[in-house]
């Protein structure tokens, strides 16, 4: 039976460019998952991932920075 789990061992992790350097706000996105894009807190890389469709994604990020 499948886990309906998407597999991240292959993901492509890259720090958000609204990480800053002094051990703030860290977000991390993968690439490479096809139609999703995960995101997680790089402090806790082994922590949850919030799973967001890549159609979503743009009106995400606009909703984020209307904040």
């Known amino acids: 039976m499948a ?10 992790w890259r720090t958000s ?3 800053n350097s002094d ?5 991390e996105v993968a690439d490479g998952v ?3 894009v995960p995101v997680r807190d790089s ?3 082994d922590g949850g991932v919030v799973m967001i ?3 979503a994604w743009g ?3 606009a909703a984020l920075k209307g904040c």
């Not at 789990?5 to 492509?12: I, K, M």
Request: charge should be positive.
């Open 23 to 27: 051990g703030g706000t860290c977000v």
């Open 59 to 61: 009106p995400f990020v």
């Open 34 to 36: 096809a139609g999703l």
């Open 43 to 45: 402090k806790r890389p």
């Open 17 to 19: 460019s609204y990480t």
């Open 53 to 55: 469709g890549a159609a």
């Open 3 to 12: 886990s309906g789990r998407t597999d991240l061992d292959a993901a492509r």
